[in-house]
């Protein structure tokens, strides 16, 4: 049984504690609200830089990245001033050995988004401010993107590197000596041999870092490297034919180009259907696997026309890395390009590559070559020309052709016995029939039908047939 509080005793020490634990919560709540110490702060980078190639064509390096377009942390636009990318020869323990011992190879300025620009002061009457945004006059157009006036966010960049003497000597960082540790000695037994260390490949490293406004360093690219051996010389004797379909191109290979992958040789008897012994399978110890083969480049008329030039002319900045017309080195001549545009100039040029397992060097390129195919190529005679003669006329009918700058087809008549063949029509006919209504009643002619093309290109004559019309 609860009893009721009554009178000033019972009364006074409740609300006593009820105010002290009001009095502590509060202190509580408030201790939450204290101040700790300052935190350091946010410092936003430009994320990895994608799509960061490096390409060794003759004593050029041809070097291709993207800016990238957002932070480390995903947030976006990317705060970032320029990409740098800096060569190392020689084996680096870490990023920082390149960075602190390496070339800067280039600084790419990046500008910064439309949106983020500063908007230009108001005027002496404050005309701006009077004026509605919708009713300004637009922004004037932002200058072309160079080296000068800065690249934008997401744009790919393509610089060159020539390699010289600086470019082919070794780093090594200043390191302090590492202790000594002694090998420890085996007591029994013979010391396991194992396979003979691969021998490496002297190379030139690159990477490509992203800089804030701040000058704070982003995560740096992937390693990309290409292979400083003397590259094979040029190729020789370049010729480009051309058909109806496409062209062939051929050259002579270098003295010092390495021979193609040797294809596994037939056993004697191989015409009689005698099979060739299994190959074993081998791996090569202590060396990489060398072979030799080609790339074809195609080169702008401009380039490949200038004197003295055989080499396509290094690209500025933000130009296209290039990339060779094959998708796969080729172990021979010829190579065939069935890109046929008649009327347009094309410029071939050829590289001797040498392969070192998965890594290659490409050498110089040969003299360019450059064609304009003309269209001299006339279409098909066309076949399976029928006649059926009906009451004043005489329907023809033949299968259509298939060439694709086909214009039409020109139907020739000749009153037998003994006349010329002569068109019926002024202009080619378009389908693959014909109803000749000026044929008189009972005279027997005979009929052919010559294929043209867009150019004036004409056919051999189709089948001859005879017919009257009734």
């Keep these: 049984m609860i009893r009721p509080i009554s009178g000033r005793r019972g009364v006074r020490p409740l609300v006593l504690r009820l105010a002290f634990v009001a009095f502590t919560a509060a202190m509580s709540l408030a201790g939450c609200g204290k101040k700790g110490p300052p935190l350091p702060p946010l410092v936003r980078v430009p994320a990895r830089p994608e799509s960061f190639v490096a390409r060794r064509l003759g004593q050029t390096v041809y070097l291709q990245v993207r800016v990238p377009t957002t932070n480390a942390d995903g947030t976006s636009p990317a705060n970032i001033e320029r990409v740098d990318i800096y060569g190392f020869t020689g084996l680096p323990e870490g990023n920082e050995d390149v960075f602190k011992y390496g070339t800067l190879v280039a600084s790419i300025p990046v500008r910064k988004p439309p949106e983020d620009e500063e908007a230009p002061p108001p005027s002496k009457h404050h005309e701006q401010q009077k004026t509605k945004p919708e009713d300004r006059p637009p922004a004037p157009p932002r200058p072309p993107a160079s080296m000068e006036n800065g690249f934008d966010q997401g744009d790919v960049i393509v610089v060159t590197e ?46 490509a870092v992203g800089v804030s406004r701040k000058g704070h360093k982003g995560t740096a690219s992937g390693r990309q490297s290409v292979v400083l051996l003397t590259p094979p010389s040029a190729p020789s004797q370049l010729d480009v034919k051309y058909g109806e379909t496409s062209f062939t191109i051929s050259w002579t290979a270098p003295a010092d180009a390495y021979p193609p992958t040797q294809a596994p040789i037939a056993a004697a008897g191989a015409d ?28 702008p008329p401009p380039a490949a026309t200038t004197a003295g030039a055989n080499v396509p002319v290094p690209p500025a900045p933000g130009g296209v890395l290039p990339a060779p017309l094959n998708p796969a080195p080729i172990p021979a001549p010829p190579f065939v390009d069935k890109r046929m545009e008649f009327g347009k100039a094309r410029c071939y040029t050829v590289r001797a590559v040498t392969q070192f397992g998965v890594q290659f060097i490409e050498g110089e390129a040969s003299p360019a070559q450059c064609v304009t195919p003309v269209d001299t190529f006339a279409p098909a005679a ?59 009643k009972g005279v027997r002619y005979a009929y052919v039908v010559i294929a043209v093309d867009t150019v004036g290109n004409r056919s051999l004559k189709s089948n001859q047939v005879e017919e009257s019309a009734r």
Excluded: C, H
């Design 272 to 299: 009689k259907g005698v099979k060739a012994p299994p190959v074993l399978k081998s791996t090569p110890i202590g060396t990489q696997p060398v072979a030799g083969a080609f790339n074809v480049y195609e080169l």
């Design 382 to 440: 066309p076949t399976s020309l029928r006649a059926v003669g009906s009451e004043g006329a005489v329907s023809l009918v033949w299968d259509a052709n298939t060439e694709a700058d086909l214009a039409g087809y020109i139907v020739m008549r000749a009153a037998l016995p003994g006349s010329d063949f002569k068109p019926l029509t002024a202009d080619p006919v378009k389908e693959a029939t014909f109803n000749d209504t000026t044929a008189a």
């Design 162 to 207: 020539p390699l010289g003497p600086e470019q082919l000597t070794v780093v090594v960082p200043k390191k302090k000596k590492p202790k000594v540790v002694a090998e420890p000695v085996v007591k029994e037994g013979p010391r396991a041999l194992g396979p003979a260390p691969r021998v490496g490949l002297p190379t030139r490293l690159y990477l």
